[in-house]
């Protein structure tokens, strides 16, 4: 199948959650950054991960700043949880949400985001975290 | 949990070639191409070992995710998601660098994760990625302090220092590098698995072999192996392999009838229990008819049958034999007969032959027919393999006491020049009995003469039978001895001529080495 063709059912995946749908299920989440999304998925798909901000920007190609942001607000929203440093790593473990509301939530996302057509729509319904600024660029509005 | 001292992988026919496990603090690594099951036999290690011996374990994952091996090993009926839960095991994804950091710090969260499940194995998928790990430390890959062999080694020490029993996977490609560090880490573990992946005509074959193992003996040569939905891998031990019992061979003088009554007079009163019988005779001669009335009778004596078919259906068995009146059902569902039905196509030698024995192990067969071996001899591409397949069989019937009818399709219509001519394995069997065709006066007869019975005082005269009611009966040997027709009117029955003597020919009997006078 080429670039940009979507199969029916991917399709209508997407318009049953499109409306600000999406939306709704990622605010009742908490989630707000893309990077957020990516790297609880990357987290809910390793199970438990000895691991650092570092290494999960490497594999999601997120900066590391992003990426540690990102770790400290699913630990504040309950869906990590952290071990104590050792020597600069981490025991990192999704933790799936009890609630059934946030349950359903995340598990309609997660189902979603398996496609191409939901995954545009999150990333239309996320913010990207800014563009790392590289030494000596000036940033220049647009006119 | 131990055998002896032995870890056993709880691996269907693994820890049987590896004669009950693998000496406890032995470090076993497993290498294999892309595809080869490494990751599998390092998950079913770390499964058996929770679900089997109650020995919780960690599975270290360093380039695929937890989702993924819980996701495969559901396909094989395992439940990796409910056994974390019950703190038995715990998937964790890290990265070699980690791993390596972790193993040498006192404080190591990974030790931490297994002393918290009460973890005794581990399986670390991935070996062959620590080359970058070492390079990564700003050594040389390969030899010097902090390489790859000094990483190796310390790996295998701190696993060794927290009592967990490892299983590393390591993949083996083309590449240089591949080769090296795999043969380096050869050198370091105790026991070296390889799973191997051959192209045979168009199908593929995976095989096992067992390279090294310290302290402790093992089958060597290459096994079968194979995985299996709902189940997980299955390990066929070599048909090649000797046989492990004890050398001599149980022998007894008692004799069974076989089912047909002249039959076990010209044989020399029955066959001996144990005894190898090869049937020959061309297609259509009645050897499965044969076959059946030797496993009947067996069952009649309270001997459990077992009937093997690579050519026809039990559903087919059954409904022939039972048009003459061989109720073969009746046996099969009181339990006393068993039929064992494999296609030809890609027939797998080793878990054919496994089967066979499984059967007979778990009912106590003691009357066995092959059916026959024409359809091994096509299906087998390799003779070599048939011939050991053959042996094997032979072997393990003898040590069984398992009393043993081989069918044999003979090529020639009319006319026996040889008995096996493309399978010459006649001097193995104790018994033959020609099945042959004669024609006379433009009519087909069967004809029946037992050319060798070991031990036994046999009859060489050339019977006629018949197949209908109640299966072969054999001519009563003197009946219309005027006819035209009568066998005993002719000579060179089993030539391509008869010719009519117009007199009753004499009786031929035979002693052979060691028989009855």
């Known amino acids: 199948m080429g670039q940009g063709v979507y199969r029916k059912d991917e399709l209508t995946a997407a318009k049953e959650l499109s409306g600000g749908e999406e939306l709704s299920r990622l605010e009742t989440l908490g989630i707000s950054l893309l990077s957020e999304w990516d790297v609880a998925i990357f987290l809910y798909q390793h199970g438990s991960s000895i691991i650092n901000a570092g290494q999960i920007a490497l594999l999601t190609g997120y900066e590391s700043k992003d990426v540690s942001d990102a770790l400290n607000r699913l630990e504040s929203l309950g869906l990590l949880k952290c071990s104590r440093a050792s020597h600069g790593v981490r025991v990192y473990q999704f933790m799936v949400p009890t609630g059934p509301v946030r349950r359903e939530c995340f598990d309609e996302l997660r189902v979603l985001a398996e496609n191409r057509a939901g995954r545009l729509l999150l990333i239309k319904s996320l913010r990207s975290p800014p563009p790392p600024r590289r030494p000596g660029t000036v940033m220049v509005p647009l006119k | ?517």
């Open chain 2, 1 to 517: 949990m131990t055998n002896g001292g032995l870890i056993q992988t709880g691996i269907d026919g693994l820890d049987d070639i590896l004669l009950g496990g693998i000496p406890r603090s032995n470090v076993i690594l497993v290498q294999g191409v892309a595809g080869s099951g490494k990751t599998l036999m390092g998950v079913e290690f770390i499964y058996r070992g929770i679900t089997q011996f109650n020995e919780p374990g960690i599975v270290v994952v360093f380039e695929t995710s937890a989702a993924k091996i819980i996701r495969d090993a559901a396909g094989f009926g395992w439940n990796l998601e409910e056994l974390q839960q019950q703190k038995k095991l715990q998937i964790i994804f890290t990265t070699p660098e980690v791993l390596e950091q972790e193993l040498r710090s006192a404080d190591s969260l990974l030790l931490e994760i297994a002393a918290g499940i009460g973890a005794q194995r581990i399986f670390i998928d991935g070996l062959g990625l620590f080359p970058a790990a070492a390079a990564g430390n700003g050594h040389s890959p390969m030899t010097g302090p902090g390489s790859y062999r000094e990483l190796i080694r310390h790996l295998i020490e701190s696993l060794l220092r927290e009592n967990l029993t490892a299983m590393l996977s390591h993949e083996l490609s083309a590449a240089p590098d591949s080769l090296v560090t795999s043969e380096m880490a050869s050198f370091i573990v105790d026991t070296v698995i390889q799973l191997n992946r051959h192209r045979q005509d168009r199908r593929s074959l995976r095989g096992i072999e067992i390279i090294k193992s310290r302290g402790h003996d093992y089958d060597s040569g290459e096994h079968t192996l194979r995985i299996t939905a709902n189940k997980g891998l299955q390990v066929f031990r070599r048909v090649q392999a000797p046989l492990r019992q004890k050398l001599e061979q149980p022998s007894t003088t008692k004799r069974s009838a076989l089912g047909v009554d002249v039959l076990d007079t010209l044989i020399g009163g029955g066959v001996f229990d144990g005894s190898t019988t090869m049937v020959i005779g061309i297609s259509g001669v009645g050897k499965t008819v044969l076959g059946a009335q030797f496993l009947l009778e067996g069952a009649k004596q309270g001997k459990r049958g077992l009937l093997i078919s690579l050519d026809e259906h039990p559903a087919q068995i059954m409904r022939n034999a039972k048009t003459i009146g061989l109720d073969l059902q009746q046996q099969v569902d009181s339990g006393m007969l068993h039929i064992l039905f494999e296609s030809p196509q890609e027939l797998d030698v080793d878990a054919h032959y496994a089967a066979i024995i499984r059967l007979v192990e778990e009912h106590g067969i003691e009357r066995m027919v092959l059916d026959g071996m024409t359809s091994y001899s096509t299906a087998l591409s390799d003779q070599k393999v048939y011939r050991d397949f053959f042996h094997a069989l032979v072997g393990y019937s003898k040590h069984r006491l398992l009393t043993t009818f081989f069918n044999y399709e003979n090529p020639e219509f009319l006319g026996s020049s040889s008995y096996m001519p493309d399978f010459p394995v006649s001097s193995i069997v104790d018994n033959i009995i020609l099945l042959s065709m004669a024609e006379l006066n433009n009519a087909l007869h069967r004809c029946l003469t037992v050319v060798k019975a070991r031990g036994s005082e046999h009859n060489f005269d050339t019977r006629e039978y018949v197949i209908g009611q109640g299966g072969m009966k054999i001519l009563p040997k003197d009946e219309n001895a005027a006819a035209a027709q009568s066998f005993e009117s002719y000579s060179s029955l089993l030539s391509r001529a008869p010719t009519r003597f117009g007199v009753p020919h004499r009786t031929t009997r035979a002693v052979t080495a060691g028989g009855n006078k």
